[in-house]
């Protein structure tokens, strides 16, 4: 389920042209630099949860580039996480259900705005692309 996020996160900013972090659909709707932010905070906060360490993070937007590389980072240090030996401190099913279906849900946003601010990301093949876990 991380590696998907990733890889569907990672479709949803590539290319993404100048000024769409800061895209607005409408003024109570989060920027996709916030909502980046905000998958970063889910993914880090997964990270201390599985550990047994309940974090409430609500990190502001930094650079957009810095933003993707946060994103990456925190994908690569959860699956890194995931592959250890450590055990889970709450169900795999749990962490589902939270934190990772909120993250793929704020993902699908990125995936509209991108569509809704003239430039749509490209078809992919998400049914057979080979997602692996561990290669964000």
């Given at each position: 389920m991380v590696a998907t996020v990733s890889f569907r996160g990672r479709v949803a900013i590539r290319d993404a042209p100048a000024g769409f972090a800061d895209f607005r659909a409408g003024s109570d709707v989060r920027s996709p630099s916030e909502i980046l932010a905000h998958i970063g905070d889910l993914l880090v906060g997964s990270h201390h949860l599985l550990r047994g360490?309940?974090?409430?993070?609500?990190?502001?937007?930094?650079?957009?580039?810095?933003?993707?590389?946060?994103?990456?980072?925190?994908?690569?240090?959860?699956?890194?996480?995931?592959?250890?030996?450590?055990?889970?401190?709450?169900?795999?099913?749990?962490?589902?259900?939270?934190?990772?279906?909120?993250?793929?849900?704020?993902?699908?946003?990125?995936?509209?705005?991108?569509?809704?601010?003239?430039?749509?990301?490209r078809d992919e093949p998400y049914f057979t692309v080979e997602i692996i876990p561990g290669e964000s």
């Amino acid at each position: 389920m991380v590696a998907t996020v990733s890889f569907r996160g990672r479709v949803a900013i590539r290319d993404a042209p100048a000024g769409f972090a800061d895209f607005r659909a409408g003024s109570d709707v989060r920027s996709p630099s916030e909502i980046l932010a905000h998958i970063g905070d889910l993914l880090v906060g997964s990270h201390h949860l599985l550990r047994g360490e309940f974090v409430s993070l609500d990190s502001k937007p930094v650079a957009w580039d810095d933003e993707k590389q946060r994103f990456a980072t925190a994908v690569r240090e959860l699956d890194t996480f995931l592959a250890g030996e450590v055990p889970l401190a709450y169900p795999v099913e749990k962490f589902v259900q939270g934190p990772i279906g909120d993250a793929l849900t704020h993902v699908g946003q990125l995936v509209i705005l991108r569509r809704m601010s003239g430039s749509p990301v490209r078809d992919e093949p998400y049914f057979t692309v080979e997602i692996i876990p561990g290669e964000s």
